[in-house]
Structures are given as structure tokens and as C-alpha cells.
């Protein structure tokens, strides 16, 4: 089982086999399924359905559901859960050939994966949006292969910290985010009250990823392989 000061944390590789891809599709809604039909690259919308129904498999199993009858509730924002007052708060995330799945009971949380960013987009909006000591450590980067793991670290925080609070990407771009991992953000600004804690979650590739939960309790993070 899992309690408020665990998280668990599935990577997700998105590019399987069709006869997976089948299978995955087969679990979603009529919304998942217009949404990986619409997509205007058909890989796209392979990552998508596997995204999603690997996140339908390990939310039913945790709550002994069947994957396809699960109903997501959805916050102000669009923030998805399952609906049914479950205790299970779930968010996800995906990037490219990657997805991320973060599973609490009992406290909200917020998960992000990203590619890693060129060096030169990384500067040009930290710069702009940062704040500054977060803008000074990826502008101050001794490398350019450094600067893109630095912006794409704290974007993954910055992400996950949002996405807690089921909130917009602009609330958050102002956050002092850092910092060594596990952090304690004292205040989450516009997003709402904190404390907020997040830590790194190493992935493998040429990603970063970041977890994020509400309250003040340290959490631990169990990884986990979605196969």
C-alpha cells in the first residue's frame, strides 16, 4: 500500500509493440480513443494510448478495478483522478518516447518528464521568465550540455509543482526552484498555500523528471518499471 509519505513512480516507454498498442487501446474512453485517433502523427498517438492505458493498468490494479471502467473526475483546471472518493491522488506526464506516472494516497501530488531541452531555448526562457537565481544557474552553466540538464531540472520541478494544485504553467514560472534535491518550498505563490515538497526522480535516456506533494512531510519515492 501506499500512505501520504510514499510516492510511487512508474517510467513508462511509449514506443511498444502494435500488438501492445492494441491492447492499450482497447482499455480507453471514448475521449482517450478520439484523442490518439486525432493525432496528426500516428506515433503520437501510439505514445499517447500507451501512456494512458498503462496509467488505466496500475490505477485499476491499485484499486482493484477493471481498467476500462475506470472514470476520471477532472479539477478547475482539468486536473485528472479517479473519480468514486477513492484517496488515491494520481497525475502523469509524457514526453517523447517516455512517460511518468506518480501514485500517493492521501496527499496531492504532481509529476513531470521532459526531454532534455537545447541549451540555447533553455537560456532564452529562463532568461525571460526565471527568477533570478534560478535564471543565474542555468545562464551561469560552465557548459552548454550543462545549461540543458539545469533548465530541464528545474522546468521538470516547476512543472510538477503546478500540476499539484492542478494550476496554469504561468503561476508557477516565478518559483524559486533552486536548489539540491529533496526541496522544501515554503510558499507556493499564486498556486496556492504551501508547503510544497519535490525531489528529482532519476530516468533513464536523455530525460529528467521531478515528483511534487503538498504538505510539509518529507516523502520517499519507490520506482518502479511499467513493462
Known amino acids: 500500500m501506499t500512505g501520504p509519505d510514499v510516492i510511487d513512480v512508474w517510467t513508462i516507454p511509449t ?11 482497447a482499455l480507453l474512453d471514448a475521449e ?15 505514445r499517447f494510448t500507451v501512456v494512458r492505458g498503462a496509467v488505466r493498468l496500475l490505477v485499476a490494479e491499485r484499486l482493484d478495478a477493471a481498467p476500462a471502467e475506470l472514470v476520471w473526475r477532472r479539477g478547475p483546471q482539468g486536473k485528472p483522478g479517479p473519480a468514486g ?4 491522488e494520481v497525475n502523469w506526464s509524457a514526453s517523447g518516447a517516455l512517460g511518468l506516472l506518480a501514485l500517493a494516497a492521501g ?32 545562464l551561469d552553466a560552465p557548459t552548454p550540455a550543462d545549461s ?55 530516468v533513464p535516456g536523455p530525460f529528467r523528471a521531478a515528483v511534487a506533494a503538498d504538505g510539509d512531510r518529507p516523502f520517499t519515492v519507490r520506482r518502479h518499471q511499467w513493462a
Open 107 to 138: 496527499r496531492r501530488v504532481g509529476a513531470d518528464v521532459e526531454e532534455l531541452r537545447p541549451a540555447v531555448v533553455g537560456i532564452r526562457i529562463a532568461g525571460a521568465y526565471f527568477p533570478p537565481a534560478d535564471a543565474a544557474h542555468v
Open 15 to 25: 514506443d511498444q509493440p502494435p500488438a501492445v498498442v492494441r491492447r492499450l487501446y
Open 85 to 88: 472518493g477513492s484517496g488515491i
Open 32 to 46: 482517450e480513443r478520439a484523442r490518439a485517433d486525432r493525432a496528426q502523427d500516428p506515433r503520437q498517438g501510439e
Open 148 to 202: 540543458a540538464d539545469r533548465f530541464t531540472r528545474l522546468w521538470c520541478r516547476r512543472e510538477a509543482c503546478v500540476k499539484v494544485y492542478g494550476g496554469r504553467l504561468v503561476q508557477g514560472l516565478g518559483l524559486p526552484l533552486t536548489g539540491p534535491s529533496p526541496l522544501r518550498l515554503p510558499d507556493a505563490g499564486p498556486l496556492g498555500p504551501g508547503p510544497v515538497r519535490l525531489a528529482d526522480v532519476p
